[in-house]
Antibody
Framework: EVQLVESGGGLIQPGGSLRLSCAASEPTVTASDNYMSWVRQAPGKGLEWVSVIYGDGSTYYADSVKGRFTISRDNFKNTVYLQVNSLRVEDTALYYC???????WGQGTTVTVSS | EVVLTQSPDFQSVTPKEKVTITCRASQTIGSSLHWYQQKPGQSPKLLIKYVSQSFSGVPSRFGGSGSGTDFTLTISSLEAEDAATYYCHQSSSLPYTFGQGTKLEIK
C-alpha cells in the first residue's frame, strides 16, 4: 500500500510563502486515472478540499486558494508539491495530501500563519 | 460549487444503536459521494466510496446508500470505537467539497 509523507510546513508571517511536499512510497500520479489531492483542516474545524493534480497534468483549486497556491509533481521523485504564496491568517491549518477516495492519506504538515 | 449539508451536526448515541447520518448535495452528483471517519489526532479514514462501496478492511456495520442529491451513511450497530467525526465528500464537480461533519458521541 502506498504511503504518503508530508513536509514543509511551519510558522510563517502573513504574505509569506512555503512549499509543501508530499513524498509517496511509489508512483501515484503517473497514470491517466491517478491523482493526488491536498486537503486542509483548520484547528478545530472540518475538512476543506484545496487542490488536485491528475495524471494528465491537469490541476484544479478551491476558490479560496486560486491564484495563490500551485500544485505540481515530480514523477522521478514520486513527490507532489503545493506552493503556497501570499499566505493569510485563515490559511492556518493542517495540510494533508491524499488519494482521498482511494483511501490513502498522509499524516499532514502544519502551516501556521501569524505575525 | 456543490454544497454538502450533513445532518445532524452532533449525535449522542448508545452502543448497539443504529445510526444514520445524511448528506444532502445542492445539486445532483451522481455516484461520486464518499464517506470518511476521523478520530481526534488522526488522519481521515475512508469508509465508503462511490455511495455504497465499502473500502477494504472497513467493518461490515458501516454501509452507504443514496442517489442524486441525498445520501446516507448507516452504522447498523454502534460500537464504542465508532466515536468520531464523519464527513461526506463529493468528487463529481470541481471544486470538490466536503460536508461540515457529524460528530458522534458515545453515551
Amino acid at each position: 500500500e502506498v504511503q504518503l509523507v508530508e513536509s514543509g510546513g511551519g510558522l510563517i508571517q502573513p504574505g509569506g510563502s512555503l512549499r509543501l511536499s508530499c513524498a509517496a512510497s511509489e508512483p501515484t500520479v503517473t497514470a491517466s486515472d491517478n491523482y493526488m489531492s491536498w486537503v486542509r483542516q483548520a484547528p478545530g474545524k472540518g475538512l476543506e478540499w484545496v487542490s488536485v493534480i491528475y495524471g494528465d497534468g491537469s490541476t484544479y483549486y478551491a476558490d479560496s486558494v486560486k491564484g495563490r497556491f500551485t500544485i505540481s509533481r515530480d514523477n522521478f521523485k514520486n513527490t507532489v508539491y503545493l506552493q503556497v504564496n501570499s499566505l493569510r491568517v485563515e490559511d492556518t491549518a493542517l495540510y494533508y495530501c491524499a488519494r482521498t477516495y482511494g483511501g490513502v492519506w498522509g499524516q499532514g504538515t502544519t502551516v501556521t500563519v501569524s505575525s | 460549487e456543490v454544497v454538502l449539508t450533513q445532518s445532524p451536526d452532533f449525535q449522542s448515541v448508545t452502543p448497539k444503536e443504529k445510526v444514520t447520518i445524511t448528506c444532502r448535495a445542492s445539486q445532483t452528483i451522481g455516484s461520486s459521494l464518499h464517506w470518511y471517519q476521523q478520530k481526534p489526532g488522526q488522519s481521515p479514514k475512508l469508509l465508503i466510496k462511490y455511495v455504497s462501496q465499502s473500502f477494504s478492511g472497513v467493518p461490515s456495520r458501516f454501509g452507504g446508500s443514496g442517489s442524486g442529491t441525498d445520501f446516507t451513511l448507516t452504522i447498523s450497530s454502534l460500537e464504542a470505537e465508532d466515536a468520531a467525526t464523519y464527513y461526506c465528500h463529493q468528487s463529481s464537480s470541481l471544486p470538490y467539497t466536503f460536508g461540515q461533519g457529524t460528530k458522534l458521541e458515545i453515551k
